[in-house]
């Protein structure tokens, strides 16, 4: 299994950018892909990008241009490179990895979840 800790998270004006890392345990990481989630207050856990161990991302509409997903594989490690925040982007952020290819968009795709990084974004 590889368990994935997320870090990087913390407040930012709007219109900053942050760099979210997850860095992971156990397992061949090149064996998984690694998605990044986000849950706000009162609401839904939501999918917001995948990268599989080749490369191959995946990512929600209203993230494409703004967040770029990427890897090293060599560091077991994955990033989400967050730009342009907005107020609305303030959210718990996990990273999750499931054992394969594919860079499905669901919950229940994902087998292993970290225990997430805050990110706020202010006004």
């Known amino acids: 299994q590889v368990q994935p800790v997320e870090s990087g998270g913390g407040l930012v004006q709007a219109g900053g950018s942050l760099r979210l890392s997850c860095a992971t345990s156990?397992?061949?990481?090149?064996?998984?892909?690694v998605a990044w989630f986000r849950q706000a207050p009162a609401k839904e856990r939501e999918f917001l990008a995948a990268?599989?161990?080749?490369?191959?991302?995946g990512y929600a509409d209203f993230v494409k241009g703004r967040f770029t997903i990427s890897r090293n594989n060599a560091k077991n490690t994955a990033f989400l490179e967050m730009n342009s925040l907005k107020p609305e982007d303030t959210a718990t952020y996990y990273c999750?990895?499931?054992?394969?290819?594919?860079?499905?968009?669901?919950?229940?795709?994902?087998?292993?979840w970290g225990q997430g990084t805050q990110v706020t974004v202010s006004s």
């Open positions: 156990g397992g061949t990481f090149t064996w998984y892909t």
């Open positions: 999750a990895t499931r054992h394969g290819g594919g860079t499905p968009n669901g919950r229940l795709d994902y087998d292993y």
């Open positions: 990268i599989t161990w080749s490369g191959i991302t």
